[in-house]
């Protein structure tokens, strides 16, 4: 069998944590990881892939990474693009080099787009490009706005609709963009991983979830988000599309005047809580995923990781 052009050899053990932000898979994975020999992190973040973007989007420190080794963290700058198929491409590389070592990898991430691509084998790359109507499809989405284009892709291919998060303007122009392409048909199937694989995830009751959120936003504020953001607005374009990413917004207003550092806080978690229960419909549909609450025993986890994947 052959996947992704590789041999299935090539490819390690695989461990998934899932769920919705803000719920503790960065405290279970660097604590899993070092409890299984061997074993490597990779991030499946859309926003943790962007540089010196490091409080806002809750990327594991220096210390954290010296624990254990990280990969999918600080692979482009953030006014360049960078795609699902780049990151399975990236993701892929890791994973090899990984298989090389003879570890184990942990998928660790709330990007639902990204844990598929690497962990069920999406084709992304058989999707199809069309740069020109991408180009076409930012400028109307700047100039008209996200419900104009959500209005065509409804009309246009109501089968991508039902299975693009409509929330998110990226996933709209890439929806639309495939839609350019190859009308209103499904993605490729799945191709699957070509080694051990487990899913497990993290959820919380929803009233103590939305807690979380606005503690972790508060803390982000507290932490340096300003500065990490007024550094980055002085490099970049605070229009590009990496800091949609939740804080910056609200940390760019605060700077320019426009809101409080209480408002921000506010609407930062507000707006990060509604992005979480999008997440949440999202792995409601995976299957096979073992679901833990974060206060789960460590050694509970794990017994039930190496189990099912056969590492035990």
Same mark, same amino acid.
């Given at each position: ?69 990280? =990969? ?74 996200? =419900? ?60 103590? =979830? ?38 910056? =917004? ?63």
């Amino acid at each position: 069998m052959r996947w992704w052009g590789r041999s299935t050899t090539e490819f390690p053990p695989l461990i998934v944590i899932c769920g919705a932000t803000a719920t503790g898979k960065t405290r279970l994975s660097l604590a899993l990881a070092q409890s299984i020999p061997g074993a490597e992190i990779i991030s499946a973040d859309s926003r943790q892939v962007y540089r010196a973007m490091d409080i806002g989007t809750a990327k594991v420190s220096a210390e954290q990474r010296a624990l254990v080794p990280h =990969h999918g963290l600080d692979l482009a700058d953030p006014d360049e693009t960078f795609t699902a198929a780049d990151y399975q491409q990236a993701a892929t590389s890791a994973l090899t080099a990984i298989a090389a070592r003879g570890g184990t990898a942990l998928l660790v991430g709330g990007t639902g787009l990204y844990l598929r691509a690497v962990a069920r084998g999406m084709a992304l790359s058989d999707t199809g490009q069309d740069t020109v109507a991408r180009a076409d499809l930012e400028r109307r989405l700047a100039g008209e706005g996200l =419900h104009v284009l959500v209005a065509q892709l409804r009309s246009a291919a109501p089968g991508v609709a039902a299975q693009t998060d409509l929330a998110n303007p990226r996933r709209v122009v890439r929806a639309l963009e495939r839609v350019s392409l190859h009308g209103d048909a499904p993605p490729p199937a799945p191709r699957g991983y070509p080694a051990q694989s487990v899913w497990i995830g993290l959820q919380l009751e929803p009233a103590v =979830h939305r807690g979380w959120i606005s503690s972790r936003a508060r803390a982000q504020f507290a932490s340096g988000l300003l500065d990490e953001a007024a550094a980055l607005r002085s490099r970049y374009d605070a229009a590009l599309p990496a800091f949609t990413a939740f804080g910056y =917004h609200e940390a760019f207003a605060v700077l320019d005047g426009v809101l409080s550092l209480e408002q921000a806080i506010e609407r930062d978690a507000t707006r990060t809580w509604q992005f979480a229960r999008r997440q949440r419909t999202w792995f409601r549909s995976e299957p096979d995923v073992k679901w833990f609450d974060p206060a789960a025993r460590l050694e509970d986890v794990r017994d039930y990781v190496l189990r099912v994947s056969g590492l035990g």
